[in-house]
């Protein structure tokens, strides 16, 4: 770990035929070369293994987003391995689990589409929520689940919804208007609230009625978000600003600002609530939060181009998605060191397959 945070800019130089990225739309996957190395089940990863040291996540699985390898792969938290059968996307980027770990959805960016799978079967079904979804997050008694529609377009005429869906009937029940290009999208642990990122700001939303009761203006164009665990503090990404907003979630008034490096894009927070981790993508870092004095301790290098991020549910391992890199870092969060890398295949190439959502379950 390496105290403060980093200056200057990381260039990274783009594979050919990809677009260039901007800083408020989120980067577009980078696609594996056909026949290039894949996230295959069997896959070892690269892992420090210390005495002594006991095993993170026992009994749950992590399941991988890989937009760019067209596909979600499952990942055994406890031994950082990658198993079981992949799930067939079209550059699906988000990705969740309903608490008893039995069902999978993935924002199914492509297609326009969320799929619901079955964990133990695999067995998909397609449900239309409209163009370019991007995230999904499932209500913590495990009856809803929010899409956010982001309609590819951030200007006038782009889409402004998030879907609501059934997680029984796997049917869209509504649609909430919260802002144009919604992104990201987080429920409070006592599932009264969801908030969700877009254009504009930050909306919130009661989520019994599924409707927006506030909307945080916010011209930074906001992207991550999490929520502490008392539900009282947002953390909200600003890519373009550089930084971290720390908001009152109940009054959505600014408490304070942090500065993150090169645009911060994801953040997550620990289930005690004293850290938050931020990706800083152009440095290839994470940043270390304490919450209480609302400072960076610290930052952390990973991969290339880091844009997803999620603390595992015991609070023992971050886990940071490298875009250009392909793989998965894994941090110890008393260490503060990578302890592990997850990727699939072999060789020397970066497999690329943007790992843009990352979330974990019970194993089915």
Do not use: C
């Not at 035929?17 to 980078?30: H, K, N, S």
């Not at 991988?64 to 198993?83: F, M, N, P, Q």
Request: overall charge neutral; charged content about 20%; cysteine-free.
């Amino acid at each position: 770990m390496v105290a403060g945070a980093a200056a200057g800019l990381a260039v990274l130089a783009l594979p050919a035929g990809a677009a260039p990225r901007g800083l408020l739309d989120r980067p577009r996957p980078v696609n594996s070369a056909p026949g290039g190395p894949k996230w295959a089940p069997g896959s070892q990863p690269q892992r420090w293994s210390p005495s002594g040291t006991r095993r993170a996540g026992e009994g749950y699985l992590g399941y991988v987003a890989l937009a760019g390898d067209y596909r979600v792969s499952t990942v055994d938290v406890a031994t950082h391995t990658i198993v079981g059968k992949g799930i067939v996307t079209d550059a699906g980027q988000g990705v969740a689990v309903t608490p008893d770990g039995k069902k999978i959805y993935v924002a199914n960016t492509g297609l326009s589409e969320v799929l619901a799978v079955d964990a133990a079967t695999r067995t998909p079904v397609t449900v239309h929520v409209g163009p370019y979804p991007q995230d999904v997050a499932v209500s913590p008694d495990g009856s809803k689940l929010y899409a956010t529609v982001t309609g590819g377009n951030t200007g006038a005429g782009g889409s402004d919804i998030v879907a609501v869906i059934d997680t029984v009937t796997d049917q869209v029940i509504r649609r909430i208007r919260v802002g144009t290009a919604p992104r990201q999208v987080v429920f409070s642990r006592d599932g009264a609230r969801a908030y969700v990122t877009h254009d504009g700001g930050v909306a919130v939303i009661e989520v019994a009625a599924d409707r927006v009761v506030r909307s945080i203006r916010d011209r930074a164009a906001p992207q991550g978000i999490a929520v502490d665990p008392a539900g009282r503090t947002l953390y909200v990404t600003e890519p373009r600003a550089g930084r971290v907003s720390v908001i009152d979630a109940a009054t959505g008034k600014v408490r304070g600002r942090i500065m993150a490096g090169d645009q911060p894009w994801a953040v997550d927070v620990t289930p005690d609530g004293s850290l938050a981790y931020v990706t800083e993508m152009n440095d290839n870092l994470v940043a270390v939060i304490d919450t209480a004095h609302r400072e960076v301790t610290g930052t952390i290098g990973v991969g290339r181009l880091p844009e997803s991020v999620a603390v595992t549910p015991d609070g023992k391992e971050v886990w940071v998605g490298n875009g250009l890199s392909g793989s998965v870092s894994v941090i110890d969060v008393d260490s503060g060191e990578v302890v592990a890398t997850v990727a699939g295949g072999t060789g020397t190439k970066p497999i690329d397959a943007a790992p843009l959502g990352i979330a974990f379950g019970k194993a089915p």
